[in-house]
């Protein structure tokens, strides 16, 4: 018999969110179907009241087999995982959407072919991870049909700078126990561009095929058939992986042209050596950084990531 019962109060962890639903898990792995309501709070208040990842306090409404609540209060992120949202696409008010919560680092997931491998996107992660001080893995799928030396070559700077890096596939297990490594004991979120393969991965990783929480029938009863935003998973190793959907486009908050420049660590040391303080390192004469660039020291392409991404800010 459940021990969530009417009128019982809890902490869980929201593990899955749909359509304004979420599923809400209690330390002994009890889970919870809610809602929010008017008198829903947040400790978080600048940014959206609900992800996967979040901690939050629940009341119990219906108990029995298939057990409802609501969302009383969601307490303070760590972290979030967060994006712009296209208020012109998209029928919410909020400019931000929370991907997921309290995360300990980013899994940004690529392929190597089909889709070819995408280092801008990479980059344009890379940014955010640095503005919030994430811990990033870059996972390059797909291996198994790459062009190894070119991968190779294209990984070479990340390497360089430090950046974890995986090269992996989901098809022949190649890099899997390297990224077990990588992601135990922590919460990783993984994202990135549809069809990268990001959840044939998990399941790897999991060992099973991802727990659909859709099978729960309260989903349809409530006639939610929007598509999983993020569902979090627990891994054999310990820890736990947040699967979100994929993505056409990354697009960057709380991100400046008057601040980019500090989020490409390459760039703090040549721009010492600039003529002008407010260097935006793009036309700007005597700058230390294009002539680190010219050297050599900073590599081509990543500094063309830089004037894409800086030509999309304000």
Known sequence: MSGL???VEFEGVVIEARGGMYLVEREDGERCLCTTFKGTKTDNPETGLVAVGDHAAVTVTAGGEEVEG???????RRTALVRKRDVRRNRSKEKIQVIAANIDQLAVVVSSAEPPLNTRLIDRYLVFAESEHLPVIVIVNKMDISDRKLVEELMTPYHKMGYAVCCASAENGEGIAMLRD???EKVSAFSGHSGVGKSTLINMLVGEERLKTAEISSWNLRGVHATTNAVMLGLPEGGYVIDTPGIREFSLSDITRGNLRFYFPEFLVPMRECAFSSCTHTVEPSCGVMQAVEDGEIDVK???SYLAIYGTLE
């Open 182 to 184: 990588m992601l135990a």
């Open 5 to 7: 019962e009417e009128g």
């Open 302 to 304: 990543r500094y063309e």
């Open 70 to 76: 609501v969302i009383t209060l969601v307490l303070k």
